[in-house]
Each structure stands twice: as C-alpha cells, then as structure tokens.
C-alpha cells in the first residue's frame, strides 16, 4: 500500500533538490555576469542553465523532478570596445559574458518561490501527520 504523505512528502523532497541546484546555478551566473576571458581574445564565462526531467518512482507510483543537465546557454557573447581590458583583442574588443542579470533575477525568484511552494507541502504533511498522531492518541 502506498503512503499518500510519505508520497507527497518524497515528491516535494525531489522539487527542493532540484530548485537548489537551480539556485546554485543562478547564483554562480549573477557572480560571473561580468568576468571576461583571462587572454586577448578569449571566451568569457558561459551563462549556464538547468533542464528538468520527470523519473517515475515505483514506489510511490508518482513522478519525481530530477536535474536532468546542467548545460550551457547557446546564445552569443555580448562584445564591447575596451581596448584597456586586459581580454582585448588586437582590435579592442572584448567578449562579454552571454547574462542577462533581468533574466536572471526572474529565474532566481521563480526559483525561490518553487523552492518556498515545495517546502510548505513538506510542512504541511508533517503537520498533518502530527495531527494524525495526536487524534489516534487522544482516542484511546
């Protein structure tokens, strides 16, 4: 027999794991929104992302999110003239990472508040269990 609130219990677990991983991820491309290439010419930081998979769990008969990649975002370098920047090319340009700190402060807050969602149904199916236990006890 399956457990509907250790089910619940185990599926929001899998969306805590996963909104984490995409925090970490957000965070590390907010901090290198700025960092150039370290040679004359060279690639600057790759703005990442993170892709989703569902996983059946048997157990539960009910689908977990899992980190299904973490990758790197395809879109083209932002290029500005700074002939002073030590990752200047021999024509003063320099390649900016590819991050959108609009974007990514979207993401952050889609995120956090998935994150938050995910724990208060961890919350609220312990609650419901204590609550549970607490009848079963009275009633004896």
Not at 92 to 110: C, Q, Y
């Amino acid at each position: 027999m399956i457990d509907p609130i250790g089910a619940a219990i185990k599926i929001a677990g899998s969306g805590l794991e996963t909104q984490s991983a995409r925090l970490r991820v957000v965070a590390e491309n907010m901090a290198n929104a700025h960092s150039t290439g370290t040679t004359p010419g060279s690639d600057p930081y790759q703005r990442k992302t993170v892709t989703f998979e569902s996983q059946l769990d048997p157990a539960i008969e009910g689908n977990l999110v899992r980190v299904k990649k973490i990758g790197l975002d395809r879109a083209p370098f932002r290029v500005e003239h700074d002939p002073g920047n030590p990752a200047a090319d021999s024509k003063g340009f320099v390649k900016l990472p590819n991050i959108d700190l609009l974007t990514e402060m979207a993401d952050l807050r889609e995120a956090n508040r998935s994150y938050e969602a995910n724990l208060q149904v961890i919350k609220q199916a312990n609650s419901f269990t204590t609550s549970t236990l607490d009848l079963l006890r009275n009633s004896s």
